[in-house]
């Protein structure tokens, strides 16, 4: 299970943090993602963090804003937002990648996903 | 490249058979997974690699992919697989991720 917290409505250029909460399953074993949906939009893909916290990689539209780290003693996973802007605003989902190798191919796939988390931006 | 292009939308006739299909340079080296999401609701995913159900999800829904073409194949469509449909891969450079646009699927 992966629970969402943090959201809320700020104005732009502020920063907020938001947490994602597993349970249920060993934490540091996944690589877990960060998904976002604008109001009556499609899903965005905002980040990754490898389930040892090292790797990390960012969509082009929140590199250099957003960061995303892990703490794995406390199954927790954050996105540290900064210079909020209001095409950020939206629903942030985090979801646990599950992956294998099919005919030399990775597989990869979100389950589960939180239930999300809302995120304003106006001023 | 770092797209996918899917269909805005899609009907089907109760009882019918459609496909639902996904586009990206990147699906020649990259398997795709397919999510459905209702209104209100966080998505869930229905198929992934060549062709994987996870457990719950009906055995109408299948997968396929040809050359730089996904697809998701509903087959005997239902009122309730009425939904939006969203396509998942990596971009050619493998690390960043990308989803389609997705599908709006109406069940007439």
């Known amino acids: 299970q992966l629970v969402e917290s943090g959201g809320d409505m700020v104005q732009p250029g502020r920063s907020l943090r938001l947490s994602c909460a597993a349970s249920?399953?060993?934490?540091?074993?996944?690589?877990i993602h960060w998904v976002r949906q604008a109001p009556g939009q499609g899903l965005e893909w905002v980040a990754l963090i490898s389930d040892d916290g090292i790797g990390k990689y960012y969509a082009d539209s929140v590199k250099g804003r957003f960061t995303i780290s892990r703490d794995n003693s406390k199954n927790t996973l954050y996105l540290q937002m900064n210079s909020l802007r209001p095409e950020d605003a939206a629903i942030y989902y985090c979801a646990r990648e599950t992956f294998t190798i099919f005919r030399g191919v990775d597989v990869n796939w979100f389950d589960p996903w939180g239930q999300g988390t809302l995120v304003t931006v106006c001023s | 490249s770092s797209e996918l292009t899917q269909d805005p939308a899609v009907s089907v006739a109760l009882g019918q058979t459609v496909r639902i299909t996904c586009r990206g340079d990147?699906?020649?080296?990259?398997?795709a997974s397919w999510y459905q999401q209702k209104p209100g609701q966080a998505p869930v995913v229905v198929i992934f690699?060549?062709?994987n159900r996870p457990s719950g999800i009906p055995d109408r829904f299948s997968g396929s992919t040809s050359g730089n073409t996904a697809s998701l194949t509903i087959t005997g469509a239902q009122a309730e697989d009425e939904a939006d449909y969203y396509c998942y891969s990596r971009d050619t450079s493998g690390n960043i991720r990308v989803f389609g646009g997705g599908t709006k699927l109406a069940v007439l």
């Open positions: 990147s699906l020649r080296d990259y398997y």
């Open positions: 249920g399953f060993t934490f540091r074993n996944y690589a």
């Open positions: 690699g060549e062709n």
